[in-house]
């Protein structure tokens, strides 16, 4: 509670003392989604076309071996937003982004007087009510997350952020996802490519490229500095670059994809392949496979490869193009430049595809920085540096841009420990990294990098690892074993080491770099015990650091005659007592619960038959009758007689309708809730049923034969109110 006040009090007093200061160095920081480090030309890659970016790196630094600690979309963007090691800011895996930390990057940079903005991927969550994404500091945000589903009943997308809108707007009824829709519906997370099938101006990368060059141009003559994140969601699936683009590259002159030599003493890929017996989900029958041995035609790997390089090619003409517009709003030598990735893809590599795991084309990500020829004084390296020796992650990408914000101040004393993150401005002075005198985070650079995900895909991926660039060191926490590799006589990891003799004192030095890691992080005894690894068969995805989330506003309690609508709501939400959204079965009746004390409303068929709406329950009432109709969590909710269904109007997604059963199994399918046990009931294709409290009647009527009062407050009835109604003695709440 004093971190939250004291950054608040900041917060209040800071802005007018700033604004009389000289105005400092904007931050341009911009990231791909799912980029291998090596997927550039600057990189090596002879196949790549991305000239702006070793534009960037030529006129800047280069880290040669940068990583994402914990390599997957959200927990990667925790550790830009809160600057901590996974274990420290609290997600160990794939989860939800918390609602809030106590220090975040833009929140910080606002209170050192700081425009800032988001375009692209976030993945922060979205706010229905606002119709906003959720900011965590960013004064504005134009968003791509790019994770709705197409509904093809109702022609539109379950997650709207503001390039869908968007596209709604320019190409009504028209699935944004189409490009991928024969092979693996909306191509999210799979293997297959193929171009964009419409005009290049609608795809995602080109109107997150368009959003941040308006931005850009606004800010000419601007106060106020400014921090910029411009996030590309590809190239992440799908893969989908314009044919323009597509066609400049051809799979054959290709580096290959690497795979350990079968026939070697330790092939340690080969139970990746996607054979009998192999981990489920791996190979080419699975559209989101996530390793398997692919065949290279019939759009196999080898087109996937073509549309991964060419979305890479995509997204680097709009950095080029970002890159000139600061040039030509004469912003380029008053702005750092920062360019990185949330984490890799494995393209084949050992049979991988996607990402989360501690293998070279998942863990290692790009790291560029170019400076500003306003810091070319305090610069002591040539532009065109390549830091070599040390390890950066994306956690360094906050104190970067606070550093250059000289808002290090800010930060409320001892809420950085040394394995958080480092400048990279430190390096810029010092390349060496023996020295540092940034205040957020002070002392030498890190000699080796932690890194870790829980359980992912399938059970036994689930490791821990650490690495200095040079040796990588893997403990597989589902098996309890160990794999050690050589980076530098062995970049793409073909030879694992751990039972090579000659590399036993390696393998002891950092297995006891990893006891210490954990002894010093007192992740307990699961962990580690008696100064040994300890096998885990169980995922943890987030550390006791993972901050709680507020306490939400109690909402209004539901009123006579409040309609029953569709609300789209992401999984894993549990019913709160906030939100009338949660329902039980008591009889024949649908009940609400959630309500503090209780209020004893039910589902009520509305006066014309067609519709719900929420009634004081009533046991002799027949318009609060139906039946849950199926086997398991799939329910059809039908009235008391079976002949009228509840499901969704084919034009409003979020009306509820109520009418004649379908008899085709498509139109039956849609109509199939999952009546969770948090108490939610949810149509895949629409939503989930919520009660929406602004709707009701102020008139004290009701609805059919209710027994509504209309009234704003309601209390809890007394004990033979209850009997007569079927209520319990006292409201439960299932979780």
Known sequence: MVTVSLLVLVLLVLPAAVAAEKKRANVL???????????????????????????IAKEGLTMSWSGSSTPTCTPARAGILTGQSPWNHGMLGYGDIASHYPVEMPTLMAAAGYTTASFGKDHFGWNSTTNKGISHGYDITQLYDGLGAWVKRSKDMSYNDEYDQWFESVMPGKDPQATLDGWDGDGWNGWHGAPYVYPEYYHPTAWVGREAIKFIKSQVGAAKPFLAKVSFHRPHSPYDPPQRVLSKFDAATFPPIHVSDPAG??????????????????????????????????????????????????????VGHIYDALVNASLLESTFILWSADHGDGQGDHYHWRKGYPYEFSAHVPMLMRWPQSYSSVASIPRGTVITGLVSELRDIFHTAVDVGDAAGLIPAGHFKPEDGKSLLCLLKDPTGATCDYAGNPGPWRQALDMEHSTCYNESNHWNALTDGSIKYVFRAFFGDEQLFNLTADKYELEELSNDPLYQDTLKKWRGLMVAQFENEGRGPNWVANGMLQQRTEGQTYSPNYPPAPPAPPAPPPKAGDVITFESVKGGASCLPSTPQCFKQVGAAIQVIGQQPGQPWCVTLDSAGTGLVVELCDPASSLQQFALLGKGDART?????????????????????????????????????????????????????????????????????????????????????????????????LN
């Open 265 to 318: 003493k330790d092939p340690w890929d080969l139970r990746f392949r996607g054979q009998e017996g192999d981990p489920p989900g791996c190979g080419p029958s699975n559209a989101d496979a996530w390793c398997g041995l692919m065949p290279l035609t019939q759009n196999g790997s080898d087109l996937s490869r073509r549309a991964y390089h060419g979305s890479v090619a995509f997204v680097d003409e709009q």
């Open 637 to 733: 909710i039908t009235t008391s007689n079976g002949a009228k269904c509840v499901g969704a109007d084919s034009t409003a997604r979020s009306r509820v309708v109520v009418a004649d059963c379908p008899t085709s199994p498509s139109a039956k399918k849609a109509d199939i809730f999952i009546f969770g046990a948090s108490g939610r009931l949810c149509n895949s294709d629409d939503g989930c049923l919520t009660v929406d409290i602004a709707s009701g009647r102020s008139d004290g009527g009701t609805t059919g034969t209710g027994t509504g009062t209309g009234t704003d407050t309601i209390a809890w009835p007394d004990a033979p109110t209850r009997a007569r109604l079927g209520l319990p003695p006292k409201i439960s709440h």
């Open 29 to 55: 920081f911009m990231m791909a989604d799912q980029l291998r480090y090596d997927a550039s030309g600057y990189a090596g890659n002879p196949s790549a076309i991305t000239p702006a970016l070793d534009r």
